[in-house]
């Protein structure tokens, strides 16, 4: 599973059928059930810094109709080559373009850099696909709205300390909004544009 | 006891069997052969091509012999089939300028460069039921003369002679817009521009648009159109591969394509000017390409500052009515069981009723 | 995996018939039809072997959906025996492989037109409705680009005027089923065409409950746990439809019943809509007043003509 250091390029899913449905199914419990774990049952070698569930997801989701937006440690790295190859999806330069973007919690580009959709296509948004150190250990927040019942208490680690107060902004904008899903090794969490957080 | 489910696949099966039966006709006679349709209904293949979005002649043919000639059935059949086919290429633009023509007429000039080709035509047939056709063993091979003369190789479109003295406007791609539209890969879009317009035509019904294009001529609908052109025959279908950079040429295609030059009185930025009306069509099919460029020009009435007031003119009703394999299927999923919501209008229907007659009573007793 | 050796399709086609780049289009489209409730997500819609008007739309949120390792159920009128239900079924055992099952608890995925199971659906579970007309202001505005613009503002007004007609013709709201909803606070939604009995239904599933329509070429969601709300008014609230008969095999007082004519002479009974519901309750022990008339049965579970 560790990566080579060289150019030489990791194979994709084993099975490219069941494993992007299977992949995809996690994701759709993600946004489904917001801040509850899921796991993508799937085993990919993704080179670093791509985790598991980030790289299935991709796979999953990506192709020549997805403009895709990488931090610059992915964009200069291997995954850019693996993801292009794989996936056939533009690399853009432009956060504004991109209908996904790659990201890490350390190093992320404030939320208003991404497309909000339109009024009357509010669908046409960025979905932020967020690394983070932990999806269990960090501070705590109690997130309400569709999906959930009632409320529920989630601890995204490694976030930027403002980052509660753009969600908020980005709730402001609603029907408009990005969408975020949180991913730590094979695990991922979703957090739709409906949800409102208390942090 | 309760076999409903067992019974249901049952009769589907049966019914499947019944069709197959049906379809085949008396056993007493030969089967039909696809190169038999294909050849000899070669008309009613074209219209399955195009409306089918698939150039393929042999599986067209065999989608009419599966669905005995119901030509919606067999573009339905075909359409289907198409989505299960991989995308390779996105094709050059045709350039029928050099088609190998059949046929080309004009009817806007008495003689043009390149001249006037009759070709296969019905257009002068009397339309006497030919009792020759239906003799015991046919009518053998028929062979029409070969000209003298090759046809020019230049042959200009009449609309373009036009442009020359700036009395048409000009028919120049979008820089903008590299790509066309393709509805086959996105849903439709309002407000419309010309490439989408123009897809969904040629994909369109031929008997809704042909009535639409009538409907201009008789009224609703102010265009003063001209054939300026009609040809048909052979084009060059042309790919340019990633790993080559160049062109090459994947093969061969039958198109009809109609120009037709409408009249435009200008409007307070533009002179007074023709304007276009577009068609084209896979294989031989004139009524459809002349129909699709009177829609087209009836269509573009928003580009040309005119009051969009017809039928004909209305983009979204055209447009989200021209298909007749949603048409079809919409009209006939009325055949599904509905007994649920019938059940609630029944309801409805009975306590409405109730009601009335309670106010008629009350009023009568007042 | 060993359930994924496990099924075996038509290998003519792709699993689940759809090929893998139609399939990540429509999963990107559900992702965001979940992250905008209500809302009509365009989507480019494919041609399918069944006609327009006849599933499609649900068809293909399934085929997208739908793994090796789950069982899938298909109801149309609320029964699992009915012509299109059959065919959709059949479709997906060819193409797919999968368990398919009649019990509502066993199913991982349940397709449906026009009614919504009796019994409670579970979390991760998924609803697919098929959708005839997504736009529930369609009958009243039919452009495409005016309704989109409603949405857009949230404009409503000419819905409640539309069931203030009503309510000035008859006294009442006089729509049945379609009955439009509001979904979590924003978006005016159609239900497709559920009798307005199911509409209650929708709010707070744990169930993920997803729209197809093929023709339209949209997808709209409702997620677990969202607020759905059936148009009214104060004065007028939303009520649903009921009976003064129970289901004539199983005894049933709170399920949705179909009216089924036992002559030409206004003979009638009154049975479940939803036959797993019934059988259930039937295999239960519960009874209704012609449970042991095997006429009664008989006409209620009808095979189809052969």
């Not at chain 2, 102010?222 to 025959?233: K, L, Q, S, V």
């Not at chain 3, 857009?152 to 049945?176: C, K, P, Q, W």
């Not at chain 3, 019943?257 to 009974?269: F, K, T």
């Amino acid at each position: 599973m560790t990566p080579s250091a060289s150019n030489d390029l990791l194979p994709g899913f084993a099975d490219p059928v069941f494993d992007a449905q299977s992949a995809f199914r996690a994701t759709l419990d993600a946004m489904s059930y917001p801040g509850r774990v899921q796991t993508v049952p799937t085993s990919l070698a993704t080179p670093e810094p791509l985790g598991i569930a980030a790289g299935s997801l991709a796979l999953a989701l990506f192709d020549f109709d997805t403009p895709v937006w990488l931090e610059p440690v992915l964009a200069e790295g291997p995954a850019a080559g693996y993801l292009r190859f794989h996936c056939g999806c533009p690399v853009v330069s432009g956060m504004g373009e991109a209908r996904f973007a790659l990201v890490n919690a350390a190093s992320l580009p404030r939320l208003d850099n991404f497309g909000i959709g339109e009024d009357r296509y509010p669908d046409r948004s960025a979905t932020l696909v967020i690394a983070v150190p932990s999806l269990t250990d960090g501070p705590g927040t109690r997130w309400t709205g569709p999906g959930i019942d009632g409320s529920i208490g989630v601890q995204i680690a490694g976030l930027p300390d403002d980052f509660w107060a753009q969600w908020a902004d980005n709730r402001e904008l609603y029907p408009q909004g990005i969408d975020v899903i949180f991913t730590c090794g094979k695990s991922l969490v979703g957090l739709p544009r409906t949800i409102n957080v208390e942090a | 006891m309760y076999v409903a489910v067992k019974g249901g696949e049952k009769a589907i099966l049966n019914s499947h069997k019944l069709i197959a039966e049906t379809r085949r006709g008396n056993s007493e006679r030969p089967e039909i052969t696809i190169e038999q349709i294909a050849d000899q209904l070669g008309l009613s293949v074209d219209r399955v091509m195009a409306e089918g979005s698939l150039y393929d002649r042999g599986l067209a043919a065999l989608a009419v012999k599966q669905a005995q000639g119901d030509l919606v059935e067999a573009i339905f059949l075909l359409r289907a089939y198409r989505t299960t086919l991989p995308r390779f290429a996105m094709s050059e633009p045709i350039d029928t300028a050099k088609m190998l023509v059949q046929r080309r007429v004009s009817a806007a000039y008495k003689d043009i460069p390149g001249g006037q080709v009759l070709g296969p035509t019905y257009d002068y047939t009397h339309r006497l039921l030919d009792f020759a056709l239906a003799a015991e063993g046919g009518v053998g091979m028929p062979e029409a003369p070969v000209a003298d003369e090759a046809l020019d190789d230049g042959m200009p479109h009449v609309a373009d002679l036009l442009d020359y003295e700036d009395l048409i406007e000009p028919d120049l791609p979008d820089p903008d817009q590299p790509e066309a539209f393709d509805l086959t890969r996105e849903p439709m879009s309002c407000p419309a521009e010309r490439d989408q317009r123009l897809q969904n035509l040629a994909r369109g019904d031929e008997g809704f648009v042909l009535a639409l294009a009538y409907s201009t001529q008789r009224g609703y609908g102010g265009n003063h159109p001209f054939a300026g052109e009609i040809r048909m025959g052979e084009v060059a279908v042309e790919i340019v591969p990633e790993e080559l950079g160049f062109a090459i040429d994947i093969g061969d295609m039958v198109v009809t394509e109609c120009h037709m030059i409408n009249q435009f009185e200008g409007s307070a930025d533009r002179p007074p000017q023709f304007t276009r009306g577009y068609g084209l069509t896979y294989g031989h099919n004139e009524r459809k390409a002349m129909a699709m460029a009177l829609v087209d020009r009836a269509l573009r009435a928003r580009e040309f500052g005119e009051v969009a007031k017809y039928p004909a003119q209305d983009e979204e009703f055209v447009l989200y009515h021209a298909d007749n394999v949603e048409a079809a299927g919409f009209v006939s999923h009325l055949k599904l069981p509905h007994y649920v919501d019938f059940q609630a209008e029944l309801s409805l229907i009975r306590q409405l009723r109730a009601e009335y007659e309670d106010r008629q009573q009350k009023d009568a007793a007042q | 995996m060993s359930a994924v050796s496990a099924v075996q399709w038509d290998e003519a086609y792709n699993f689940a018939y759809l090929d893998e780049q139609t399939k990540r289009m429509i999963r990107r489209t559900i992702l965001k039809a979940i992250a905008i409730p209500g809302y009509q997500v365009p989507f480019g819609g494919r041609e399918m072997p069944l006609a327009y008007g006849w599933g499609t739309g649900g068809v293909q949120v399934t085929a997208s959906v739908i793994g090796p390792d789950d069982t899938l159920k298909v109801i149309d009128q609320g029964a699992d025996d009915t012509t299109n239900a059959v065919s959709i079924r059949r479709f997906f055992e060819r193409v797919a492989g999968v368990e398919t099952t009649e019990t509502t608890e066993d199913a991982d995925i349940i397709q449906t037109r026009h009614r919504i199971p009796e019994f409670p659906l579970r979390e991760g579970q998924v609803l697919v409705y098929q959708v005839p007309q997504p736009e529930p202001l369609r009958k009243l505005e039919p452009r495409e680009t005016e309704t989109r613009k409603m949405h857009g503002y949230a404009e409503y007004g000419l819905m409640s005027v539309r069931l203030y007609e009503d309510i000035a013709r008859y006294g009442h709201i006089a729509t049945t089923y379609s009955y439009p909803v509001m979904v979590n606070g924003r978006y005016l939604m159609s239900p497709s065409p559920i009798p307005k009995f199911d509409n209650p239904k929708m709010e707070n599933n744990p169930a993920i409950q997803l729209f197809g329509a093929g023709r339209e070429k949209r997808i709209y969601a409702i997620p677990p746990y969202t607020q759905v709300k059936s148009l009214d008014f104060d004065d007028h609230p939303f009520k649903v439809q009921t009976w003064k008969e129970c289901c004539a095999l199983c005894g049933a007082k709170s399920s949705y019943l179909d009216e089924v004519i036992l002559d030409d002479r206004g003979g009638r009974m009154f049975v479940c809509s939803d036959t797993n519901f019934c059988e259930d309750r039937r295999a239960k022990g519960h009874t209704g007043p012609l449970g042991a008339d095997p006429a009664a049965l008989a006409f209620a579970h009808k095979e189809p003509a052969q």
